[in-house]
């Protein structure tokens, strides 16, 4: 599949195309496509409009790796970083990071944390003003995530997540992006809330609602946003999505130069897989700004 690229990609497209100038490096992030039953709907967070990179786009949560989110040891519920390297094809201490980013961002920008303080188990509510402070504390790294669980006395729960994509923000944009997408459940008894930010709104919406949405102009998608969301459409509970075979492939859109004019090309099955509209963008994209 092919998109245009605005004309603001033009001079930069070509001169990384021509070897002029060389590509920002990819940073390695995380994201959670957030999913509750009943219909199955997926946690969306508006961005700012005031937001330098996919302002007013909906997003999944999620954020870059904390280079401390892979300094420690942390307590650890199921599949190990050794095999979720081998799932996303990555040194087992990216691995280790790529996990706990997810679980941070996830609890940063909705306020549910998939950890307990067992194995077995995970927190009931995290809504109290300590949980609050700690949240903010993330987000302004001054408390790693380490340090946090530890604290708490808690387990990550790596067995909630599965790992679901894997997109790297392409070489013509200047904030570039290694990104691994997870699928979570919302766990029972917790609830998303309003945590502000870099969101300016949150939603729970129907995969398919989101896309018919996109397509009217009432949200705004970008490409790996609206093909998970498109991927995510084919099921009607989160069960039926975790029981799914996924062979996770890495998609890097390219720019090329047709007949003069400059075109995003998606791998085959990889583009925004719905119409054109006033919220599918025609420009490269990647997921939210990273933190």
Do not use: N
Request: proline residues 8%; contains cysteine; charged residues 25%.
């Amino acid at each position: 599949m092919r998109i245009p690229l605005p004309q603001e990609f033009g001079e930069r497209a070509r001169e990384i195309l021509a070897g002029r100038a060389a590509p920002a490096r990819a940073h390695d992030a995380a994201t959670v496509v957030l999913l509750r039953d009943a219909p199955l709907e997926a946690y969306l967070l508006r961005r700012k409009a005031t937001m330098a990179f996919a302002a007013g786009a909906y997003v999944f949560p999620g954020g870059s790796v904390d280079p401390r989110d892979s300094d420690r040891v942390v307590a650890w519920a199921g599949p190990s970083p050794a095999e979720w390297a081998a799932v996303f094809g990555a040194d087992e201490a990216t691995a280790r990071g790529l996990v706990c980013a997810a679980v941070r961002e996830t609890f940063e920008e909705s306020g549910v944390l998939l950890a307990g303080p067992d194995p077995a188990t995970v927190v009931a509510d995290t809504t109290g003003d300590d949980w609050e402070a700690d949240r903010l504390a993330l987000i302004g790294r001054t408390l790693s995530f380490a340090e946090f669980l530890e604290r708490r006395g808690l387990v990550l729960r790596a067995d909630l997540l599965k790992a679901w994509a894997h997109w790297i923000t392409p070489e013509i944009e200047p904030r570039r992006y290694d990104t691994r997408f997870f699928v979570a459940a919302l766990p029972p008894g917790q609830r998303t809330r309003d945590v502000g930010g870099e969101a300016d709104r949150v939603v729970w919406l129907s995969p398919r609602s989101a896309l018919d949405a996109a397509v009217t102009g009432e949200v705004f998608l970008m490409p790996p946003t609206s093909r998970t969301l498109l991927e995510m459409s084919e099921f009607d509970a989160v069960a039926e999505v975790f029981a799914a075979e996924r062979r996770i492939s890495t998609i890097q859109p390219a720019a090329a130069e047709v007949d003069g004019r400059l075109v995003l090309v998606f791998p085959e099955g990889a583009g925004p897989g719905i119409p054109s509209g006033p919220g599918i963008p025609t420009g490269p994209g990647g997921e939210k700004e990273r933190s």
